[in-house]
Antibody, heavy 116, light 108 residues
Framework: QVQLVESGGGVVQPGTSLRLSCAAS????????MHWVRQAPGKGLEWVAL????????FYADSVKGRFTISRDNSENTLYLQMSSLRVEDTAVYYC?????????WGQGTMVTVSS | SYVLTQPPSVSVAPGQTASLTCGGD??????VHWYQQKPGQAPLLVVY???DRPSGIPERFSGSNSGNTATLAISRVEAGDEADYYC???????????FGGGTKLTVL
C-alpha cells in the first residue's frame, strides 16, 4: 500500500523552530520530486516547497523563503521540512505530496500551531 | 506573481452537470490540475494535465483548458461529490506552485 505519513507537528511559540518528517512506504521517493503543501485552518491550499528527486534543486514559496528548508534522505525514504523563525501565520496542516507533474499522492497531514 | 481565480461556491442539483472554473492569465499555456478535498481529508487528485484522469476517478470528472479559463466539469453530480475543489498549476518562470482559492461545491 502506497502511503506518505507526516509527523513532527505540534504547538510552538513564535520565533522557534520545528522539523517535519514525511515517511514513505510502498514507494521509493528517490525517483520523484516531493512537495510540501499547507492549509491554514478554514483556508485554501498553499504550496510551500519542492525538492527534486536527487535533492539538487529546491524551490520555495515567497512566504517561507529564507526560513524553511526542504531536504530528503532517499536512503531512509523520508522527506523533511525544517521550519525556523516560525510565525503565527505559519499555523496550518502541512501535507507532503509526490510530484508527478500533478501532486498525485498526499499524506494525511500534520498540524503545526504557532502561538504565544 | 501568478494568480488563479475560482468562484467561492457553486451549487448544483443531483444528476446535473457542475462546471467549476479556474481563471488565470493565458492559462491555456499551462498544465492545470484539479483536486477534490472533503472535510477532514487530504486533497485527492481528480484531473491532471488539463483533462486526464487518475485511475479510479470516474469518467464523470473531466477537464478543459482554453484561453484564460480552465474548467472542471462533473457530470451526473452525486451527493458524494460535495467537496472543495482546487485548481493548481506550476509556474515555470518563478519555479513555484500556485493553487486557486478553491470552490465549494454544494449538491442541492
Amino acid at each position: 500500500q502506497v502511503q506518505l505519513v507526516e509527523s513532527g507537528g505540534g504547538v510552538v511559540q513564535p520565533g522557534t523552530s520545528l522539523r517535519l518528517s514525511c515517511a514513505a512506504s510502498g514507494l521509493k521517493i528517490r525517483n520523484y520530486g516531493m512537495h510540501w503543501v499547507r492549509q491554514a485552518p478554514g483556508k485554501g491550499l498553499e504550496w510551500v516547497a519542492l525538492i527534486w528527486y536527487n535533492g539538487d534543486n529546491k524551490f520555495y514559496a515567497d512566504s517561507v523563503k529564507g526560513r524553511f528548508t526542504i531536504s530528503r534522505d532517499n536512503s531512509e525514504n523520508t522527506l523533511y521540512l525544517q521550519m525556523s523563525s516560525l510565525r503565527v501565520e505559519d499555523t496550518a496542516v502541512y501535507y507532503c505530496a509526490r510530484d508527478q507533474s500533478a501532486f498525485d499522492i498526499w499524506g494525511q497531514g500534520t498540524m503545526v500551531t504557532v502561538s504565544s | 506573481s501568478y494568480v488563479l481565480t475560482q468562484p467561492p461556491s457553486v451549487s448544483v442539483a443531483p444528476g446535473q452537470t457542475a462546471s467549476l472554473t479556474c481563471g488565470g492569465d493565458n492559462i491555456r499555456s499551462k498544465s492545470v490540475h484539479w483536486y477534490q478535498q472533503k472535510p477532514g481529508q487530504a486533497p485527492l487528485l481528480v484531473v491532471y494535465n488539463d483533462n486526464d484522469r487518475p485511475s479510479g476517478i470516474p469518467e464523470r470528472f473531466s477537464g478543459s483548458n482554453s484561453g484564460n479559463t480552465a474548467t472542471l466539469a462533473i457530470s451526473r453530480v452525486e451527493a458524494g461529490d460535495e467537496a472543495d475543489y482546487y485548481c493548481q498549476v506550476w509556474v515555470t518562470s518563478s519555479d513555484q506552485g500556485v493553487f486557486g482559492g478553491g470552490t465549494k461545491l454544494t449538491v442541492l
